[in-house]
Structure formats: C-alpha cells, structure tokens
C-alpha cells in the first residue's frame, strides 16, 4: 500500500521560502509511470493544485505560482520535493502531497503557517 | 485557467436521501474528471476518476456521469459516513482545478 508522509517546518517568515518534504514508502518513486503532487488548502477554503513532477523529471506548475516555485525529485530517498519562495500570509495553508493524475494516494497534510 | 463551477455550495439532506452535485467546466474537459470527499481535518479521498469509474474500495452507491461539460456526482441512498465535503476536478488541462466544494450537512 502506497503511503506518503509531509515533513518540514510548521512556521516560516514572510519573505523567507517554505520547503517541504514527500516521503513515499510502499513502492519506488520511480517504478510508476505517475506524476507526484502538491495541494494546498488555505483554512476553511477549497483546494488548490500547485503543481506536480513526473518520474522522469518533468514539471508542470500553477502559472499563479509559477515564478516562486521549485518541485524536485530525490530518487535515492523516494522523495519529492516543494519550495515555494518570497511566501506572505496568502500562502498559510495546510499542504498535502499526492500521487497525480487523479490524486489517489495523499499525504495526512501539514500545515504551514506564514508569519513573523 | 479551466473553471469548475460546482453547485450547491452548501446542501442539506437526511439519511436514505438521493443527492446530486453537479460541476460544470468552462472548456471542454472529456474525461479526465475526479470527484473527492473531504472530512474535516482530513485529506480528500477519491472517489471517483475519469468521470464515472469508482476507486477501488468506494461504496457503489457513489457514481458519476457527463452531460457534455456538465459532470455529475450521485448518492444513491445517502449514509451517515457521507456528511463531508464533495470537490470535483478537472486533470485534462494545466493547471489542473477544483470546483468549490459542496459541503453535505445532515438536515
């Protein structure tokens, strides 16, 4: 069974850039023909997509994100990546990892919160 | 950017109720069309994927349908587990986007 885990800060600066973690356990980041995600939810609001990376590399991002964001993978830790500069208070959100295309296996969440 | 304009926002109903949630996109979609539940303090589940095929492990009193870029999602016989948040998606064109959520209170 396919499982993914977020991990990072719970706290991060205005200005400053948050930086998440997917660990994908259960099966090889790489052995499925799949795109990894990013979607965040801002409290008490809907979700939105903000982007995601196919096995091979490739990216495809929110154009309203686009210039702020960096989605990577890391083969060796079955890992994926989000770092998303130049965060304000619009970007607090819970972030929730998932396999892409649909959004079948997701992260518990984690809530990132943008303050001084 | 696609747009999926869901209704009703807010919808109350009983146990045993059929209940309908319908989105409309602005483009066309063709099938690449998911439907998650999101309960409180959770991450969504999905539903269903490529308009009417259920996830494995879903009860088959869920189904989906398409009316050109019309898509709906139905419960046959609503159940007490099915108060939560229904979104609807839309993965045919980047960015991929959701509809705005219908939440399913108990009447």
Same mark, same amino acid.
């Given at each position: 069974?396919?499982?993914?885990?977020?991990?990072?800060?719970?706290?991060?600066?205005?200005?400053?850039?948050?930086?998440l973690t997917c660990t994908v356990s259960g099966g090889s980041i790489t052995s499925y023909t799949h795109y990894w995600g990013w979607i965040r939810q801002p409290p008490g609001k809907g979700l939105e997509w903000i982007g995601s990376i196919l096995y091979s590399g490739s990216t495809f991002y929110n154009p309203s994100l686009q210039s702020r964001l960096t989605i990577s993978l890391d083969t060796s830790k079955n890992q994926f990546s989000l770092k998303l500069s130049s965060v304000t208070a619009a970007d607090t959100a819970v972030y929730?990892?998932? @396999?892409? @295309?649909?959004?079948?296996?997701?992260g518990q969440g984690t809530l990132v919160t943008v303050s001084s | 950017d696609i747009q999926m304009t869901q209704s009703p926002s807010t919808l109350s &109903?009983?146990?045993?109720?059929?209940?309908?949630?319908?989105?409309? &996109?602005?483009?066309?979609?063709?099938?690449?069309? &998911?439907?998650?539940?999101?309960?409180?303090?959770? &991450?969504?589940?999905?539903?269903i994927y490529q308009v009417s095929t259920l996830q494995s492990g879903v009860p088959s009193r869920f189904s989906g349908s398409r009316s050109g870029t019309e898509f709906t999602l139905t419960i046959s016989s609503l159940q007490p587990d099915d108060f939560a948040t229904y979104y609807c998606q839309q993965y045919n064109t980047y960015p991929w986007t959701f509809g705005q959520g219908t939440k399913v209170e108990i009447k």
């Open positions: 069974q396919l499982q993914l885990q977020e991990s990072g800060p719970g706290l991060v600066k205005p200005s400053e850039t948050l930086s929730y990892c998932a @396999r892409d @295309r649909p959004n079948d296996y997701w | &109903a009983s146990v045993g109720d059929r209940v309908t949630i319908t989105c409309r &996109a602005s483009q066309i979609i063709t099938t690449w069309l &998911a439907w998650y539940q999101q309960k409180p303090g959770k &991450a969504p589940k999905l539903l």
